[in-house]
């Protein structure tokens, strides 16, 4: 069974700096991972896929890794701004559906 | 382009009564699947369906049942409801419905579900 974690749970950071989230998976036998974005009471909005044969990719001030022999992605969030407050999640793409993490909760203070 | 729509968005049942959570979208999608989120838990897939008429369970499917009529709709029914189903659900939407489908995923806003 797939498991994904992700580490830490939370993570506050003073505005501009830069934001490292990690997500580790259990087994590599994937078809894609995806990030989401979740905002207080709200649905999940997807911010990048990287397909199992990609290494990254970029979408504005995110990127995303993906190294799928040791089971590891990171994303990156550069210049954090107090918007970018939410919770973030990566899930992993095995047959027919996805593997969540429990997330990190993101605070970015002004 | 509304994307996937949920209805209710909030609802609050008695123990043992029975109710239908909504799940539309109007992307031509195949593959569509209800997830349920729980504090601590992350998002645990209940039911999937890859097209019309095709169906199947998913992690924690008890207590559900879920129908495919149309490729448009996905409605998820709680047969008898009981505390432990206290949660907020998620419908979500993929372009293809194969095995390997590498498409994103697109989610409605979540239903709030309290089982009192």
């Known amino acids: 069974k797939q498991e994904v974690t992700q580490i830490p749970a939370a993570l506050s950071v003073p505005e501009g700096e830069n934001l490292v989230l990690n997500c580790s998976f259990t087994?590599?036998?994937?078809?894609?991972l995806q990030w989401f974005r979740q905002d207080p009471g709200k649905g999940l909005t997807s911010l990048l896929l990287i397909q199992s044969s990609q290494r990254e990719q970029t979408s504005g001030r995110l990127n995303a890794s993906l190294d799928k022999s040791s089971g590891r992605s990171t994303l990156y969030i550069a210049a954090s701004q107090p918007g970018d407050s939410a919770t973030y999640l990566c899930?992993?793409?095995?047959?027919?559906?996805?593997?969540f993490g429990a997330g990190t909760t993101v605070t970015v203070r002004a | 382009n509304a994307g996937v729509t949920q209805t209710p968005k909030f609802q609050v049942l008695k123990t043992g009564q029975s109710m239908t959570l909504q799940c539309a979208q109007d992307m031509n999608h195949e593959y569509m699947s209800w997830y349920r989120q729980d504090p601590g838990m992350g998002l645990r897939l209940i039911h999937y369906s890859v097209g019309a008429g095709i169906t199947d369970q998913g992690e924690v499917p008890n207590g559900y049942n879920v129908s495919r009529s149309t490729t448009e709709d996905f409605p998820l029914r709680l047969l008898s409801a009981a505390p432990s189903q206290t949660s907020v659900y998620f419908c979500?939407?993929?372009?293809?419905?194969?095995?390997?489908?590498?498409?994103?995923?697109?989610f409605g806003e979540g239903s709030r579900l309290t089982v009192l």
């Open positions: 087994d590599s036998a994937i078809y894609n």
């Open positions: 899930a992993v793409k095995g047959d027919y559906k996805l593997s």
């Open positions: 979500a939407s993929s372009y293809s419905g194969t095995p390997s489908n590498t498409g994103e995923l697109f």
